[in-house]
């Protein structure tokens, strides 16, 4: 793992996850090797499932396709999806699997910032990516969530909690 890269991951895990309650429904979306999950299950919690489009995710699927995975509609408290939105639109799918209030939890480059990410990547600090990043966006922009909190880490990342609204007719 590169150097940036395992920092950041436990960086993300003591910002991301101080507060969520151990037996918290969290679906990862882009779930990888399991990092995450290992990370959380060796932590105490309970309620982690893992999504991505290759194995060894608990659920292998296109997330845009989660009703067709057996993915039931505002079935978890906690959506994650580090370095994935820049890859995939998911944002109606994130609201759709969210119970009312839910959390979502994400990570991306600063769209400004992307080409720094990509020379961190040529020189081995920072993971390679795993597709282009075509669906960059500021995290002020972001459409259907209340944001709770947005950071801009290392001049390059944007690190942000959104609330999926409680009153809610949509969904």
Excluded at 110 to 137: A, F
Excluded at 149 to 161: C, D, E, F, R, S
Aim: hydrophobic share 45%; with cysteine; charged share 25%.
């Amino acid at each position: 793992m590169p150097l940036l890269s395992d920092y950041a991951r436990r960086k993300k895990v003591a910002f991301f996850l101080r507060d969520v309650a151990k037996d918290s429904r969290i679906l990862e979306i882009g779930c990888g090797d399991g990092w995450l999950g290992r990370e959380l299950r060796g932590a105490g919690w309970t309620g982690y499932v893992g999504l991505d489009v290759v194995a060894p995710a608990e659920v292998v699927g296109d997330v845009r396709d989660w009703r067709q995975l057996g993915i039931g509609a505002q079935s978890f408290d906690v959506v994650i999806a580090f370095e994935v939105v820049e890859h995939v639109p998911c944002f109606q799918e994130c609201y759709d699997m969210l119970r009312p209030g839910g959390l979502l939890m994400l990570t991306s480059p600063l769209p400004r910032m992307d080409w720094l990410c990509r020379l961190l990547e040529w020189v081995g600090l920072s993971q390679k990516r795993t597709g282009p990043h075509n669906y960059l966006i500021r995290f002020e922009e972001i459409p259907l969530f209340e944001p709770v909190t947005i950071k801009t880490v290392g001049w390059m990342a944007q690190w942000g909690v959104f609330r999926k609204p409680r009153a809610s007719g949509r969904g």
